[in-house]
């Protein structure tokens, strides 16, 4: 999971994937682009959102995408086309290319529609960036579930 800071999307998608698949041999970690807040844990407001709906991220730390997570992960989504963009760039192929993919693709293929950026957004915008990543992470382990992923 990636986005911009890896403190208010990213975290937020990786914990609810990360519960969502903890029965199942699914590795899940998020990254941000840029380097802002390594090592900085999620922003407040996206734990407490986590905690409402009975997840708990507290324990990640912001960290920043690398090349090598090409090797690491057979799928890589990104919350916008930003996100899309920078880690595009630091493909080194055609293969590479392939595992990127807006999140919000699986709840509507093709569309490339982001997520947005709760960080100015107040405890609403953290609410409803829940609520697109539990729907999209829904259809993730639909899709492990059936080896379509």
């Keep these: 999971m990636v986005c911009l800071g890896n403190i208010c999307r990213s975290p937020l998608a990786e914990g609810i994937l990360r519960e969502k698949v903890k029965d199942l041999n699914v590795e899940t970690d998020s990254a941000g682009t840029s380097a802002y807040h390594v090592d900085e844990a999620p922003d407040t407001r996206s734990i407490l959102t986590g905690r409402k709906h009975n997840i708990n991220i507290s324990d990640l730390r912001g960290r920043q995408f690398i090349v090598e997570d090409f090797d690491r992960f057979d799928k890589i989504y990104v919350m916008d086309q930003s996100n899309y963009n920078n880690v595009i760039q630091m493909a080194r192929n055609e293969s590479d290319k392939l595992k990127v993919e807006y999140i919000l693709n699986e709840v509507e293929p093709g569309a490339n529609a982001e997520v947005p950026d709760p960080y100015y957004g107040g405890d609403k915008g953290f609410e409803n960036v ?20």
């Design 130 to 149: 829940y609520k697109m990543l539990d729907v999209a992470t829904d259809k993730i382990v639909e899709k492990i579930k059936n080896g379509k992923l």
